[in-house]
């Protein structure tokens, strides 16, 4: 004989109502709050992005495999802890420059009293695609002439 489970009713979850107040009133988008801790997280990430992608101790291995040297360095591990801090300064004012890019025109919507349609499309974020997009077909348009540049030479 089969039972049957009873099907108990999801209930949505409750908040406690002075949670909600303090969330709607400083976490919405366009209040410093928000803006601080999207800095915030745009300078975390960029931190966490670049740990992921640049290893120090692979790049001071492969400088020595190959003959390479940092001038002023001795190779390994001081080759590693120099690429390190050379690394940690270059992404804090990247990191920083990133997030004065995405929140700046945020600030600037605000106090500027535009429209709904012309703030999405000047918002931070959109600012950050286009500039990343115009980077890469500059790079890829700077490779194309280049690769041209050198066929023409080798031809002749």
Do not use: W
């Not at 009133?25 to 709050?33: A, C, D, I």
């Not at 997280?41 to 940092?70: C, E, M, W």
């Not at 077909?137 to 194309?144: A, D, L, V, W």
């Amino acid at each position: 004989m089969r039972r049957r489970c009873s099907r108990s009713r999801r209930r949505s979850p409750v908040f406690v109502p002075s949670t909600t107040q303090f969330i709607n009133r400083y976490v919405q988008p366009g209040t410093f709050s928000y803006l601080g801790g999207e800095a915030l997280l745009i300078v975390a990430f960029t931190f966490v992005y670049t740990s992921v992608q640049f290893n120090p101790v692979d790049q001071a291995d492969n400088l020595r495999k190959y003959g390479g040297y940092i001038p002023g360095v001795r190779p390994g591990r001081p080759t590693a802890t120099y690429l390190d801090r050379v690394l940690s300064r270059l992404t804090l004012s990247g990191a920083l420059f990133l997030a004065a890019v995405a929140v700046t025109p945020c600030i600037f919507i605000r106090h500027a009293g535009f429209s709904e349609a012309t703030s999405r499309a000047l918002g931070g974020t959109s600012v950050l695609i286009v500039v990343g997009v115009a980077l890469d077909t500059i790079r890829q348009m700077e490779s194309q002439m280049m690769s041209r540049l050198y066929e023409g030479f080798l031809k002749r």
